[in-house]
T-cell receptor, first 111, second 116 residues
């Protein structure tokens, strides 16, 4: 059983388009996150949601918006995509002070 | 905010030898230090973690040490095997006063290569 799942695995789109990435966790965790991994493999947190409240936003452009319909889901919406948004996006979840479990990633390519 | 430095960026060792990866952090309030292994095309996978009230933790061939005073922590892999080849990330985080969870601040990763 997959603990943290993301769809799609690959996403290729044109500049200016709007796209979404979905994330679901079946671990019963209370906090979910989105991370961005750039071409140099550097991982940086974008958002976290705890009990449906945004508690971190690390200077991410407002073109990016997380949406959490319930505790098990945290989707990432991106408007007006730019070339620099090309990266691998990872969803993760944790329970309180527990470890973060990462999803398999979504490779976004903006042409 | 927190800043995590990780060295070396690439480490090549002979199979069977030991590998050591070192990280330093800047925020003395950080209290949780996990290590992740990332294989090609996959998400990071937690391999070991340590909390600030512990100085050392071991799990089979993997161990982590933490020096709170110096604000550095290290990953030690003994008897390395070809399947240990991957990118390893250290990370640090702290829990805010409200009891919520902060995200992880990652080091820039170490590409570990095990030579047969």
């Amino acid at each position: 059983d997959t603990a943290v799942s993301q769809t799609p695995k690959y996403l290729v789109t044109q500049m200016g388009n709007d796209k979404s990435i979905k994330c679901e966790q079946n671990l019963g965790h209370d906090t979910m996150y989105w991370y961005k991994q750039d071409s140099k493999k550097f991982l940086k947190i974008m958002f976290s949601y705890n009990n449906k409240e945004l508690i971190i936003n690390e200077t991410v452009p407002n073109r990016f918006s997380p949406k959490s319909p319930d505790k098990a889901h945290l989707n990432l919406h991106i408007n007006s995509l730019e070339l620099g948004d090309s990266a691998v996006y990872f969803c993760a979840s944790s329970q309180g002070r527990g470890s973060g479990f990462f999803g398999p990633g979504t490779r976004l390519t903006v042409l | 905010g927190e800043n995590v430095e990780q060295h070396p960026s690439t480490l090549s060792v002979q199979e069977g030898d030991s590998a050591v990866i070192k990280c330093t952090y800047s925020d003395s309030a950080s209290n949780y230090f996990p290590w992740y292994k990332q294989e090609l095309g996959k998400g990071p996978q937690l391999i070991i973690d340590i909390r600030s009230n512990v100085g050392e933790k071991k799990d089979q061939r993997i161990a982590v040490t933490l020096n709170k005073t110096a604000k550095h922590f290290s990953l030690h892999i003994t008897e390395t095997q070809p399947e240990d080849s991957a990118v390893y990330f250290c990370a640090a985080s702290k829990r805010n006063s409200g009891g919520g969870a902060d995200g992880l601040t990652f080091g820039k990763g170490t590409h570990l290569i095990i030579q047969p």
